[in-house]
């Protein structure tokens, strides 16, 4: 459960202190009385505080002064400023000054409760921005690689051509080909590449949440809103709404979201009237979409709507031109991230990471380049180092045998070549062996004694 949120009350007067403390304890939220600037200062120093509702007029230090040396040095906490005066002029200066509301000290209850609400929530939204926008900076970090595969270069110069322009675009793919990448492509070379790219993967949302998720949901609108949210929709608002696997919506929330492109506009869960949004929407699924379709799981509307701009990605095995720059991408971030000197991979190891079909596609490459860079000590990356599982099942695919060797015996030649350098590289410890591997130590010895292998003095240790 959310913590109450803590408001410093700021005024000289005890009545209205004690008032506004009343006020606020039956809004849900947690009241901080200060009499003064100064000790509003102090409190800050040591307290943890979401909003301070700041007197104008108050002896000794004023409230203006108050709220310059809150903006300078505590400039994450939001302040609306009280007063008896109704003058214009005194609340444009506040609000030049930091302030984000101005509330004349002729409130009723309802009506404070509601400016402190509306203030909490916008520091919330924008607080939440800056996290997306840190992590989008992230992404731009690691640039996309975009290979030499015509299949790829194909896709490149799709997503240029459309990325200035204000259509909706559905990237298809196997799970791991990048799809989230793509997007993050396109909005980085859009106009919209200053505002905020907003992810939202649909299934790793409960059902039930799904729709607060997407479209936000004001204060009491079912039970345990207790405070109004905004979905990532209105926090993608001015920049790109991504989102991934767009086959497993809803029904129900189809219609909505079909509303949503149609109109530009969406309402909050609870909310009675529409709020227009200025955003591109791209979607991603590894689903057939139009077998959906025929099935009545997806509304052939919503799919029209969505196919404006389709793009395919290939799957890994469909352009093994790029695996040697990708492995080598990966490599190089991984050796970054670590503080190390950049790896690089032996043509064997090469030759085996382009043999291989690569199930799990860029993501599987990725996470096999991470483990090579945390486990491997070496700055060059043998076939040895590889998983085994990986190097085996490379070693079965089709490629030039000599004249009458089997498949079977190919295989098994690979092996025992495999399990030899490996054995090497670990001054043939069988125990360091069957790790590097990851594989069982009785495994292994099988497979050594089947193949005659560290037999004798090979520097066997158990």
């Known amino acids: 459960m959310l913590r109450p949120a803590t408001v410093l009350v700021v005024d000289d007067e005890p009545n209205i202190r004690q008032n506004i403390h009343f006020i606020l304890e039956k809004g849900g939220m947690k009241p901080l009385p200060a009499a003064s600037g100064e000790e509003a200062l102090q409190l800050l120093r040591t307290t943890a505080v979401d909003l301070v509702l700041l007197d104008v007029q108050m002896p000794g230090m004023g409230g203006m002064e108050a709220l310059r040396l809150m903006r300078e040095r505590h400039p994450d906490v939001g302040v609306i400023m009280l007063s008896v005066l109704k003058e214009i002029a005194v609340a444009v200066e506040a609000m030049h000054t930091g302030a984000l509301d101005y509330v004349t000290k002729d409130f009723s209850p309802p009506e404070l409760i509601a400016r402190v609400r509306k203030t909490l929530a916008q520091q919330r939204a924008g607080r939440e921005l800056e996290r997306l926008h840190d992590v989008e900076a992230t992404h731009v970090a690691r640039p996309m690689i975009s290979g030499s595969a015509p299949r790829m270069r194909g896709v490149l110069q799709v997503a240029e051509k459309i990325a200035s322009k204000p259509v909706t675009v559905l990237i298809t793919g196997d799970s791991g080909t990048g799809k989230e990448v793509l997007a993050r492509y396109i909005h980085a070379r859009s106009d919209r590449k200053t505002g905020p790219f907003v992810a939202v993967n649909v299934p ?20 345990g809103a207790d405070r109004q949210k905004l979905g990532k929709f209105e926090l993608a608002n001015g920049g790109t709404l991504f989102l991934d696997e767009i ?40 689903r057939d979409l139009a077998r959906l379709v025929q099935e009545g799981r997806f509304r052939e509307d919503l799919y029209w709507r969505l196919k404006v701009v389709p793009i395919e990605l290939p799957p890994l095995r469909d352009r093994r031109e790029d695996i040697r720059d990708l492995a080598q991408h990966f490599l190089a971030r991984n050796a970054a ?31 096999i380049m991470a483990r090579m860079a945390a486990i491997c000590d070496s700055q060059v990356i043998e076939e040895s180092d590889l998983p085994y599982d990986l190097a085996l099942e490379a070693s079965a695919e089709p490629q030039e045998k000599s004249e009458g060797q089997s498949l079977d015996a190919a295989i098994l030649a690979f092996e025992k070549s495999f399990l030899r350098k490996a054995l090497k590289k670990n001054q043939w410890n069988k125990k360091a062996t069957a790790a590097q591997l990851g594989m069982g130590y009785s495994t292994l010895k099988s497979k050594l004694k089947s193949y005659g292998i560290g037999v004798g003095g090979d520097g066997d240790e158990d």
């Open 247 to 286: 086959g497993d919506l809803a029904l129900d929330l189809q219609s909505k979201f079909l509303r949503t492109l149609q109109e530009h506009d969406i309402e909050r869960v609870g909310g009675e009237k529409p709020i227009h949004l200025d955003l591109r929407v791209i979607c991603a699924t590894n």
């Open 337 to 367: 991230e670590h503080g190390r000197a950049p790896q690089t991979l032996a043509d064997g190891a090469l030759q085996l990471l382009e043999r291989y079909r690569w199930p799990g596609n860029i993501r599987e490459l990725e996470n």
């Open 204 to 223: 790793g949302v409960p059902a039930g949440l799904l729709e607060s998720e997407l479209f936000g949901h004001e204060r009491g609108s079912f039970t």
